[in-house]
């Protein structure tokens, strides 16, 4: 009976070992790019007068050009937590488990540099996709996912040119690059117990450079009366991701499953696999009014989630194996408000909150990726001087409640909620 399910085993192994783990970098997008940015929610398109811009909107660093050169570089502080209850058939009503505390800081480093009086020339380097997840070594759920790292790096130049003194555009190219880790527990049913037993874990591994080009655009338009538009495109990217996966084997107490298992799965080798995955695009819309006291911002924005309909997985030297797993994301809006308050010469106060919905589907919720609509309240403050300034802000992400309905193609079903304090942080000087 063993031997007769061969294929359909080994194929559902690999589509619960690789799909999950590269579609998990599309569920986190960052936004950690910058101490006063976080303080104002990101609020930045139409403000456009600190560095941050260079991600928000690429146009706001002409109308930094008599700062001189500039360089922001910092890092946020990530906490996250989620908690899982479960439901029947299986974990079963009433089961409860949470997540490894783990502490991420993804980095951003900002360098403009002016070339006359209405032209600036840009570098960013940041982190638009991150995070990760990890489960206690007893969660049920590890057959799913046991612990997730993925990393997405952005290496950017742009231009921003004044056209006149109300009204600027900017433009830049980005070169993106992807680092994958992901460990889970392999679970099959013993034939001898009828129970889900783990086999073996397997470790999967990105490879070289998994790259792609970008590129952004935005308008910034300072309309009078202390009020500004501006607007801004980020593009989609694509990686094509090569890596390989080894398998570590769990003996099960029974000699002749354990051979046979030794037969189906490579223990003493790795297996090259290939996956593509396209990342969203992104468009925001920001209105703002500013005095010398205040600055109250309002941004809209939409990232394209629904780019992602599918990811294929491919078995260069197996095959049959190779697959084509469904997502059918969603694109999904932001809404964002912030405030500014110049207290004095030195010091400024602000607060922000946004709202974020999810792209994801309730049948692809699973522990390695179980996303939910979001908010944030936020708050910071600066010290500044002519050539320095220290920005810090806090916020606290709640992820509400959601439930999986029954529908996970994995057949783990429960309901998920976290929340995640930030901590941002970055420093300027001027030259």
């Known amino acids: 009976m063993i031997a007769k399910n061969r294929g359909r085993v080994l194929l559902v192994t690999a589509m619960v070992l690789v799909a999950p783990a590269l579609a998990s970098g599309s569920g986190f997008a960052l936004f950690e790019v910058g101490g006063r940015s976080g303080g104002m929610a990101g609020t930045i398109t139409a403000v456009g007068d600190d560095l941050s811009t260079l991600f928000w909107n690429p146009a706001g660093m002409a109308f930094q050009t008599d700062e001189g050169i500039q360089l922001m570089f910092g890092v946020t502080l990530i906490q996250p937590e989620q908690d899982f209850v479960g439901m029947s058939p299986y974990p079963g009503d009433g089961y409860r488990a949470s997540q490894v505390e783990q502490t991420f800081f993804p980095p951003h480093i900002f360098l403009g540099i002016p070339v006359n009086d209405r032209l600036e020339v840009s570098f960013a380097f940041y982190t638009p996709f991150g995070l990760g997840t990890e489960w206690e070594d007893d969660f049920l759920g590890n057959y799913i996912a046991k612990k997730t790292d993925l990393m997405v790096f952005d290496l950017g130049v742009s231009m921003a040119y004044k056209l006149s003194e109300n009204f600027a555009f900017g433009i830049g190219v980005d070169y993106m690059t992807a680092t994958i880790e992901l460990y889970r527990n392999v679970g099959l049913i013993n034939p001898y117990n009828q129970r889900l037993t783990d ?176 908010t944030a309240y936020l708050g910071g403050l600066s010290y500044h001087t002519d050539r320095f300034r220290f920005d810090i802000a806090y916020e606290q992400v709640n992820l509400l409640e959601r439930s999986t309905e029954g529908l996970t193609e994995e057949g783990f079903d429960g309901s998920y909620e976290g929340k995640s304090p930030l901590l941002h942080m970055s420093i300027t000087l001027k030259f």
């Open 199 to 374: 086999v073996a874990e397997a470790e999967l591994k990105g490879e070289g450079i998994n790259s792609d080009w970008a590129w952004n655009a935005g308008i910034l338009w300072k309309m009078g009366g202390g009020f500004s538009f501006g607007a801004s495109y980020r593009s989609e990217f694509t990686i094509n991701g090569d890596g390989k996966a080894s398998f570590t084997q769990y003996p099960t107490g029974y000699a002749d499953f354990d051979g046979l298992l030794s037969t189906f799965f490579p223990f003493e080798g790795k297996v090259p696999i290939e996956a593509t995955i396209a990342f969203p695009d992104f468009w925001n819309v920001g209105l703002a009014w500013q005095n010398e006291k205040w600055t109250i911002s309002g941004q809209y924005g939409v990232m394209g989630w629904s780019v992602y309909e599918s990811l294929p997985i491919i078995f260069p030297e197996n095959p049959e194996f190779s697959s084509v797993r469904e997502e059918n994301w969603e694109d999904a809006a932001q809404w964002r408000v912030g405030v500014e308050f110049r207290a004095s010469q030195h010091w400024d106060l602000r607060l922000g909150y946004l709202e974020d919905e999810t792209p994801q589907p309730a049948e692809g919720m699973s522990p390695l990726l179980a996303d939910g609509d979001r």
